[in-house]
């Protein structure tokens, strides 16, 4: 979003233009942030995406990785990073957990450039996210899908992601262990290494086809990570997924060995301590993309704003929540800069009401929970209005 609005603040004016006031452009502070206010790529002919498969045939591993890798991205979230991989040219599959409750997400591709890209469906249950691009990438290289019908305990496999978030395309390789099942759920499970960050990043059999979506390894373990079956991919992206429950394959997998080990219940003030933790991490990272949004609504309202702001605010586009705050009008062609910033801090805002129902339901305690939006200027009584 930073980038947008630059590139539209370094742009020149049209010279005509309808004058919108900032009334106009909020008249419905409730609608979906994101809806209608990507801003639309240059026009230009559509290429055929370079397709990343591979023969049948097993091939040299560097040749699959130069292959597949360019089909891979990291992506960013309020809540961290993760991986995923493009099936279309405007179409990336992931992790569930990855893109959590976000409505849009960056993308990080492998020769550097970044892009947002909205969320567009997610299965729980599956552990599996479909994220879209505004408008299909020229040449842009994806990977091929295979079938878990064909996998067989023992074969090689290489899973490429970004693991703790920064090591993009990282490749590590392993064996299939097993053909597991969560419930109604089809897990690949592998001796290669998955860490966080290699989440939502594609399981590949030696034909460069894939086979299965990286999810996590199981708690205190070593040597035992689990794929989610390219299968339920398929599925979802046909539309054809009915949701059965709420929970990941691998929380109910930890779950269930839990109760078989006959742990003993957590310590509740320990649950609380770490949940806690948990979420002043969380707002450290969305403090730095509001403050990012700072930067650009100064030079928005220098450039764009003519009037005044009423009311005093931690952060000055927090003005966007008040009806009455802004008494002055956008200048004539700024309305879309006004647009995406205004849909910046409805992210923004979306993201700290669910974080903080994630700290509520961990046990955190109100007060906790305040003290810490303050602490990170992100604690804005306006936002229930």
Known sequence: ????????????????ARESTAADNNQNPKLPPLQGLTPAADSQPEAAPAAAAAPAANVPLEDLVARVAPAVV???????????????????ITNAHVAGSDVSVRIHRSNGETMPARVER??????????????????????????????????????????????????????????????????????????????GGPLMNRS??????????????????????????????????????????ISTMNDSLTSRSQLGPADPDRVRTQAARDYDQFLARLARRADELDIDWRRFKQQC???????????????????????????????????????????????????DETARKSDVYPGTRRDLRRKYRLDYAGWDR
């Open 208 to 249: 460069g086809l894939v086979i299965g979506i990286n999810t996590m390894g199981l708690r205190n373990s070593q040597g035992i990570s689990f794929a989610v079956a390219v299968d339920h991919a398929r599925e979802l992206l046909a539309g054809q997924h009915v949701a059965t429950t709420s929970s990941t394959p």
């Open 1 to 16: 979003m930073a980038e947008a609005i630059a590139r539209r603040l370094n742009s020149p004016l049209p010279v005509k």
């Open 74 to 92: 990291a992506v960013e979230t309020t809540a961290g990073r993760g991986s995923g991989f493009f099936v279309e040219a405007d179409t990336i």
């Open 305 to 355: 704003y003519e009037g005044k702001t009423a009311g005093a605010f931690d952060r000055d586009w927090f003005a966007i929540f008040e009806p009455k705050a802004m008494q002055g009008a956008v200048s004539p062609g700024c309305g879309p800069w006004f647009n995406d910033a205004r849909a910046e801090a409805y992210l923004i805002r979306n993201s700290v009401e669910a974080g």
């Open 122 to 199: 997610v299965a729980t249950d599956l552990d599996l996210a479909v994220l879209k691009l505004s408008t299909p990438l020229p040449n842009q290289a994806i990977v091929s899908l295979g079938s878990v019908t064909r996998v067989r305990s023992g074969e090689d496999v290489v899973a490429i992601g970004s693991p703790l978030g920064v090591f993009q395309n990282s490749v590590t390789r392993g064996i299939v262990s097993a053909i597991r099942k969560s419930g109604n759920i089809t897990l690949i499970q592998t001796d290669a290494a998955i860490n966080p960050g290699n989440s």
